[in-house]
């Protein structure tokens, strides 16, 4: 009988999640005999046995992976000579040359893991740290590869003999599964009350439900940081988090036991109910129903409410027994990165939470929630669409607006390899970084706005761990032009023989958008956002590019128009209003009969007027961010406002989805595309007493109706029929689906983002993919 012998190197997420498990098995049904063990590339297979046999195998592990691994490739290489191996075995992993291992994100509790939760007869039952190969934590726990359990966080817990004999036995579900752990072995719960003192009681979990019953608020320390936790149905205590939180307005995650229960605060279709029950268990924005029983302070003056299922065995002992939702917020004081060490916790929400429920399971990198939204059901209101939204054959998509646990820091695959091993610093706002290798981009957990010393922080710690995670060792850094940005001038500060491209912020969404699709060569792109550096000093944020990867030639944009007192016209929109209502009307605008007059004080508008006409303080934009701004204050939706975008959504929460009318651009024979026409149309319907929801709509269905004809005569043009759209104005879902039905309706082929967020969060995977194509030689 003939006897073949092959090796098999198989790379992707294949470390636990199970896969040698599952080799195991498949190798014993077959009757083959060899090893499998974790490498520095993935997983080692070494078997032999009857060509026939073999090559059945090989096919078989090729369509029947466990369900968290991901094989990015598998490649045999044959000739050995047989070892005449006696039966197939699992052994220690092999730790040699360069260190290449996509590890999985953190996982969600898995059906098998939460019937033993709440089994009273099985050995973990109530224990908040179950876990199995199929479940747990991943990345917030590892410090190193391979991942193995020595090199995470919980080399600080000695197995007992039960655990270890799961842990030993390949076919166990617990078989390496690297936090394995029980309630004699592992992590334990622990209450800290007000001044720091450690509650001495039998359950903290028990005292803990009670506290929130009692309307208290709560710092739970979860798998990748802290929550700030309340009832999320008690007006006051919502009032009282956010007052002790800072946080005026910026609606807060929600997180209920089940779908039925969030059935009776939001609309769920059945994508989105995919989205909540999925493995990385993200936040998922949803139509609030109208007689939704929540708070106004949840989140206020919006329609949608962002809510999460328990993704982790304390979450489902929180709400045992426990019907209404809780408020489950990013642990933080605003604008610094959430909690994750104990004692910085502690620290720093002194003056929050009343408790501290922490546990003694160390956090190596912190992470904050995911947020997604399903963006392809139609909102039209004709009966052809209509009955399109019912039709379950429709392809229904979701868009990651912040990509953290659950997603990262599984890579990207590009469709491009990268010819060197490059590092994108991304933005300012919603930073992420990206680090590459071959075909893969590893786009960062979110870091936040690097605004300050402790997010700074965060983002320089997260490069030097995935650099050691992946045996990265950047040759090329990209950077934003922004000079004043820390992530710019923390890529200058680097090695000055390590070269360095600046990279247009614009174009970096346009390629970001193009990597995200796997696309090349040229598009028409189309980018809109609040700010961005653009290539002549001047603020940009309305652009149209004929773009690819090399380059991005600018072929249209907004008017500039002033920003009177720069970044304060950004928090206070009124000053973008008046500048716009000034530019149309001139003086005259203050005798219009507008309610904004009416309550806007002419004092400080005949300051900025000043401003204006001495150039003092008043950058250009061409911004559409602060176009959706003028407009969100001249219908007196917001003069201020208390969270970065606040205006332009509350201007698209009102919007009338039945509206089919729309205003018009002023476009010139340059392309230069004037608003004054808009601000004329919005100003007539305001003093006819048209309802400030008809004028959104149109206004909303103006921007998509001038993507469409600027579009349209690019392609006349230029012969292209690609259209790819970017930036954090497409975040508006009403916007977004009006020019996707626009476009597709008029034959373009239309490119939005599906795997990295379309705000800022997206711009690292756009400047190394730029960077990769300029490289110097």
């Not at 759209?725 to 009403?734: D, E, I, K, L, T």
Request: with cysteine; charged share 25%.
């Amino acid at each position: 009988m003939a006897i073949t012998r092959i090796k098999i190197q198989v790379t992707g997420i294949v470390q636990g999640v199970g896969f040698r498990p599952h080799v195991y098995l498949l190798a014993g049904a077959m009757g083959l005999s060899g090893r499998v063990l974790n490498n520095e590339a993935g997983v080692l297979i070494d078997i032999e046995g009857e060509p026939e046999l073999i090559n059945q195998f090989v096919s078989e592990l090729k369509s029947r992976a466990p369900a968290l691994s991901r094989i990015e490739s598998l490649q045999c290489t044959d000739s050995f000579a047989p070892a005449h191996y006696t039966d197939f075995q699992i052994t220690e992993s092999a730790v040699a040359g360069h260190k290449f291992v996509p590890i999985s994100p953190d996982v969600a509790t898995c059906a098998d893991c939460l019937r033993e939760l709440f089994d009273p007869l099985n050995r973990r039952y109530r224990y908040p740290f179950i876990n199995c190969t199929n479940c747990g934590p991943r990345f917030t726990i590892i410090e190193d590869v391979p991942y193995d359990r020595e090199k995470t966080t919980m080399r600080e817990f000695a197995m007992c003999a039960e655990c270890r004999s799961e842990y030993e036995n390949p076919l166990d579900r617990r078989f390496h599964a690297e936090p394995t752990a029980c309630v004699k072995c592992g992590p334990q719960l622990f209450l800290i009350g007000p001044g720091g003192a450690s509650e001495k009681i039998a359950d903290p979990l028990a005292q803990s439900l009670a506290l929130l019953a009692q309307g208290k608020i709560l710092a739970i320390k979860g798998i990748g940081g802290f929550h700030l936790a309340c009832d999320a149905l008690s007006h006051e205590t919502v009032e009282q988090l956010r007052h002790r939180k800072y946080r005026e307005d910026k609606p807060f995650a929600l997180m209920a036991s089940s779908l039925d229960v969030i059935r009776r605060y939001c609309a769920v279709s059945e994508a989105e109910a995919q989205l909540l029950q999925s493995p990385p268990r993200p936040i998922v924005l949803l139509n609030r129903t109208k007689d939704a029983d929540i708070p106004d302070a949840v989140a206020p003056r919006v329609k949608t409410l962002g809510f999460m299922l328990p993704y982790s065995p304390l979450h489902h002992l929180l709400f045992e027994g426990r019907e209404g939702p809780l408020v489950m917020t990013s642990a933080n004081v605003s604008d610094e990165p959430i909690c994750y060490q104990d004692d910085d916790a502690q620290q720093r929400l002194v003056n929050i939470a009343d408790y501290h429920l922490l546990h003694n399971r160390r956090i190596h990198m912190r992470t904050d929630d995911s947020v997604v939204r399903v963006i392809s059901i139609p909102c039209w209101p004709d009966k052809t669409t209509a009955r399109a939204a019912q039709d379950s054959s429709q392809p229904v998509e979701s868009a990651v607006l912040r990509r953290s646990r659950g997603y990262a820091p599984a890579p990207i695959k590009t469709g491009f390899r990268f010819g060197k091993q490059i590092l994108g610093c991304g933005a300012e706002l919603k930073n992420t970084f990206c680090l590459t290798r071959g075909e893969h981009a590893f786009v960062s957990h979110h870091i936040g706005d690097l605004e300050n010393f402790e997010t700074l922080r965060s983002f320089r710690d997260g490069i030097e761990h995935f650099k050691r995670l992946f045996y990265l060792n950047p040759e090329l850094i990209a950077y934003d032009l922004h000079p004043e940005y820390l992530s710019t001038k923390y890529a200058q500060g680097l090695d000055p023989n390590t070269p360095k491209i600046g990279v247009q912020h614009h174009h970096a969404h346009i390629a970001s958008c193009m990597a995200d699709n796997q696309i090349d060569g040229d598009v028409i792109g189309v980018a809109m956002d609040g700010l961005g550096y653009g290539s002549d000093g001047r603020m940009w944020g309305g652009e149209f590019f004929i773009a690819s990867f090399a380059e991005a030639n600018r072929v249209a944009h907004l008017e500039y128009m002033p920003m009177p007192g720069g970044a304060k016209a950004i928090r206070e929109p009124w000053r973008m209003t008046a500048t716009y209502l000034w530019r149309t009307f001139g003086d005259d605008f203050q005798r219009l009969s507008l309610p904004f007059n009416a309550e806007t004080d002419a004092k400080s508008w005949n300051l900025q007027k000043r401003m204006i006409q001495s150039h003092t303080n008043c950058p250009d934009t061409s911004s559409m961010g602060r176009l959706f701004d003028a407009i969100a204050s001249l219908l007196r939706l917001r003069d201020v406002t208390n969270y970065e975008g606040q205006a332009a959504i509350e201007l698209e929460q009102i919007a009338d989805h039945n509206c089919a009318g729309h205003f018009e651009f002023d476009i010139t024979d340059d392309n230069i595309i004037r608003a004054q026409t808009i601000i004329r149309s919005a100003v007539a319907e305001i003093l006819n007493g048209a309802p400030a929801a008809e004028i959104s709509a149109k206004f909303h269905l103006g921007v998509a109706h001038l993507i469409l004809r600027l579009a349209t005569r690019i392609r006349d043009e230029q012969k292209l029929n690609r259209v790819v759209m970017s930036g954090g104005v497409f975040q508006n879902v009403f916007l977004l689906r009006a020019a996707r039905r626009n476009l597709t309706e008029a034959g373009f082929e239309v490119f939005t983002h599906r795997r990295v967020p379309t705000n800022d969060g997206g711009i690292s995977l756009g400047q190394v993919a730029i960077a990769n194509y300029r490289m110097p030689s």
